[in-house]
């Protein structure tokens, strides 16, 4: 015995169906399950400017669900840095579209020539939507203000060496393991004044590992961190 469908929502019984109709669950209303949401609306600062030092973490949260936020955890990371900086803010939020301001205690230090991946995050907040808990911003410092500055540090893929040299001059670019092992050695002519050299064609595990220089007026070796990716 087969049921058939018809069009003016009837029902009958027959042995042949040449159409059946299918339930419109579009016009259903829609199953609201979300009662806790706290939104990472925008990073305030920092903003763009020519000139970077220690800069202040601002966020501002917005309370999208039907709870309120008697207080709320807030994180920030740059340039996937770990361990991130963790803080509790005690701001209330009250539900349905209140928003507040509030900034890190910890300033990032953005003072070295370079592009700073900035992401603030929201943690353990008991969120029901996780999927606006976070933001991200790219901030590029282009002023040369020390003579040697290698970034990032701690890096994944690129090491990128920014010099501001008196001289042109011709550097042996090395590095080495904590046991003198070479991994990677090339040598690079650098003019007067800003450089930028940029190392990506090695393979290396995650490990502290020594970035040797050395050229006319440069005779340095500074601890790099390789980490995951």
């Known amino acids: 015995m087969e049921w ?128 606006n808990d976070s933001l991200t911003v790219n901030i590029e410092n282009i002023r040369i203000t020390e003579t040697l500055g290698v970034f990032p540090n701690p890096f994944s893929d690129n090491l990128t060496v920014y010099i501001n040299s008196p001289v042109a001059d011709k550097l042996h670019i090395s590095i080495t393991n904590v046991s003198g092992v070479k991994f990677y050695e090339v040598e690079k002519d650098i003019i007067i004044g800003k450089n930028s050299i940029t190392i990506s064609d090695f393979r290396l595990i995650p490990s502290i590992y020594y970035l040797n220089i050395q050229g006319t007026t440069i005779n340095t070796t500074i601890p790099v961190l390789k980490t995951d990716k």
């Open 4 to 131: 058939i469908y018809k069009k003016d929502n009837s029902v009958s019984q027959g042995s042949d169906c040449a159409w059946i109709d299918l339930i419109d669950f579009a016009q259903s209303s829609p199953v609201n399950y979300i009662q806790s949401d706290l939104q990472l609306a925008r990073i305030v600062t920092p903003i763009k400017k020519d000139k970077y030092g220690q800069e202040t973490i601002t966020v501002r949260v917005l309370n999208l669900g039907k709870d309120i936020f008697n207080g709320f955890n807030l994180a920030y990371a740059i340039n996937n840095h770990f361990p991130p900086e963790v803080q509790y803010f005690d701001n209330q939020v009250i539900p349905y579209g209140d928003s507040v301001t509030v900034s890190f205690k910890t300033k990032a230090d953005l003072s070295k020539y370079g592009i700073y991946n900035i992401v603030a995050y929201g943690v353990d907040n008991k969120d029901d939507y996780i999927f």
